[in-house]
């Protein structure tokens, strides 16, 4: 994947995020919800770290659902 910043193709599509907060991952969401969206690999590194390797592969980078990377 490109090394391009999530801000960066955010700002080119002219898209938000100033506004938007942060919310701690618990054990409940990997079941919960389909995908856990991050903004970059520290994200994932620190999910792996935390998290059963099966579960942190529900975790996916912002930038992976574009034409962009």
Known sequence: MN?????????KHKIPYEYRQAKRITKNDFEYYDYIIVMDENSIRYLKYSF??????KAKMLLS?????
Do not use: G, H, P
């Open 3 to 11: 090394k391009q910043s999530a801000k960066k193709v955010l700002d």
């Open 52 to 57: 059963d390797e099966i579960d942190v592969l």
């Open 65 to 69: 659902f574009t034409n962009d990377n």
